[in-house]
Nanobody
Framework: VQLQASGGGLVQAGGSLRLSCAAS????????MGWYRQAAGIQRELVAR???????YYSDSVKGRFTISKDNAKNTVYLQMNSLKPEDTGVYYC?????????WGQGTQVTVSS
C-alpha cells in the first residue's frame, strides 16, 4: 500500500504547481482524500480534502488559490496550486482523511521564492 506524491519544485511567488498523488494497493474511489503540508518547525496541517461525492474543503490559508481533485479511473489525487506565496513552502503529502500512519510517504517539496 503506497501513496506517491510528486510534482513539487521551486517556483516564484505568484506561480503555479500541480501536485499528483498516485495510489497503489489502495482504492481511492470511496475514500476521503487529503493533501497535507508540513513547513519547517510547524505541525503538519491539512490544507484540502475531497469526498467521494466530489465535495471539497480547504483551509483558510489556501482557499481560492488551491483546487483538489480526484481521478478515480487513474486512482490519483491532484492539487492545483495557483498564486503561490512564500508561506506555501513546505513538504506536501497526500493521505486519507482522517490520516493513516501507514500511508505517509516521502511527500514532495514545494519551495516558493519571494
Amino acid at each position: 500500500v503506497q501513496l506517491q506524491a510528486s510534482g513539487g519544485g521551486l517556483v516564484q511567488a505568484g506561480g503555479s504547481l500541480r501536485l499528483s498523488c498516485a495510489a497503489s494497493g489502495i482504492i481511492l474511489r470511496n475514500r476521503i482524500m487529503g493533501w497535507y503540508r508540513q513547513a519547517a518547525g510547524i505541525q503538519r496541517e491539512l490544507v484540502a480534502r475531497v469526498y467521494s461525492t466530489g465535495t471539497t474543503y480547504y483551509s483558510d490559508s489556501v482557499k481560492g488559490r488551491f483546487t483538489i481533485s480526484k481521478d478515480n479511473a487513474k486512482n490519483t489525487v491532484y492539487l492545483q496550486m495557483n498564486s503561490l506565496k512564500p508561506e506555501d513552502t513546505g513538504v506536501y503529502y497526500c493521505n486519507t482523511f482522517p490520516s493513516r500512519g501507514d500511508l505517509w510517504g516521502q511527500g514532495t517539496q514545494v519551495t516558493v521564492s519571494s
